[in-house]
């Protein structure tokens, strides 16, 4: 196994704001695995607020020993083996997990959404998310959203439903709201989830403060409209304690450490009555195609990494009538890989 890898600063098209946090640009790092005259790709987006950076996930990915990676494939094993190096470091684990779930479905002739028994039929319309801002920001953003047929809109500031009337009179698409934990108030939360209900939208993604499993509980209690936890679940094992506090859970694969336990994750929320959502973080075409590869068995898609970014380095993924549309080829499918932007190796 060789292994060559790029860090690359993925540049936002808008200063991204949720409630209490604000950035212009992440460091992503993408990952190129040869095996058996083999290419295929990982990557890792390193949100700063998760703790990770380039530099901790380059001396990851040199503590590994990849040797231990051979054909056929234990994904399981793999995951409780980087869990063995270090704990923590999820985005660098979800860059291998990718990385040899593409080089798997390469190997194999398959599909990754093939492998993962995924159909293509059931994607579900991905959401298109705006962040906080100025109303003719907001307004600017809508127009870049053509396409998309639903909204996700970043909640928990203080001019929550000012912002909803913005959106309301440029766009009647449905609405999916994100507090990021910004509410305080439990009676004020469900007040508003109400108001927004009346409004058109159809979710409401991590209302109150992660460590608030009552307060979510009582919301998820009252709500007209799933409640979804986010920040409250990273991997397979926050999963059991969530069931009844929230509808649902939105798994992404910078938390989950990649597609294998995302999907052990989708079986586990399905077998406790739960709902999911796959989500990103800011990713190129790699992690979202990934993310594409599992959301046909999720009930929703929040996978915008490359409509948000300016300089995506891969081709986009194909959108048609606000859904993604899974190509034919093996693994990822990944395509406009440009071989000069793997700068480094060992
Ligand atoms: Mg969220």
Request: aromatic share 8%.
């Amino acid at each position: 196994m060789k292994i060559a890898y790029t860090v690359y600063s993925l540049e936002l098209k808008h200063p991204f704001a949720i409630a209490g946090y604000t950035r212009t640009s992440t460091p992503v790092i993408l990952i190129r695995l040869t095996y058996e005259g083999v290419e295929a790709y990982g990557e890792a987006s390193m949100v700063p607020y998760l703790g990770e950076r380039a530099e901790t996930a380059v001396a990851f990915l040199k503590r590994v020993d990849w040797k231990r990676f051979v054909q056929p494939f234990n994904f399981g094993e793999m995951i409780t083996y980087l869990d063995s190096i270090e704990k923590g470091n999820p985005a660098v684990k979800a860059a291998i997990d990718i990385a040899l779930n593409d080089l798997n479905g390469k190997l194999l002739n398959k599909p990754c959404y093939e492998l993962y028994k995924a159909d293509p039929l059931k994607m579900p319309v991905t959401s298109y998310t705006i962040g906080m801002d100025r109303p003719e920001v907001t307004r600017e953003k809508i127009v870049d959203a053509a396409g998309f047929k639903v909204l996700k809109i970043k909640l928990g500031g203080d001019n929550d439903k000012a912002l909803i009337n913005t959106i309301r009179s440029a766009s009647d698409l449905p609405l999916y709201v994100d507090a990021n934990q910004g509410w305080k108030d439990k009676r004020q939360a469900i007040e508003m989830i109400y108001w927004l209900h009346d409004q058109g939208v159809q979710l409401i993604e991590q209302p109150m403060d992660k460590a608030d499993l009552e307060g979510n509980a009582w919301l998820t209690g009252r709500s007209p409209i799933p409640i979804l936890a986010d920040e409250a679940v990273q991997r397979l094992a926050d999963i059991d304690r969530l069931k009844g506090a929230y509808h649902g859970i939105n798994i992404k694969l910078m938390k989950s450490g990649g597609m294998y336990e995302a999907n052990q994750m989708i079986l586990k929320a399905r077998s406790l009555g739960m709902k999911v959502m796959i989500g990103c973080m800011s990713e190129t075409s790699c992690a979202t195609q990934a993310g594409m590869a599992l959301a046909p068995l999720c009930d929703w898609s929040d996978l915008d990494g490359p409509w948000l970014t300016s300089n995506n380095p891969f081709t986009a993924p194909r959108l048609q009538e606000g859904k993604y549309q899974l190509n034919r080829e093996s693994g990822l499918g990944l395509e406009g890989i440009d071989p000069a932007i793997f700068t480094s190796c060992f």
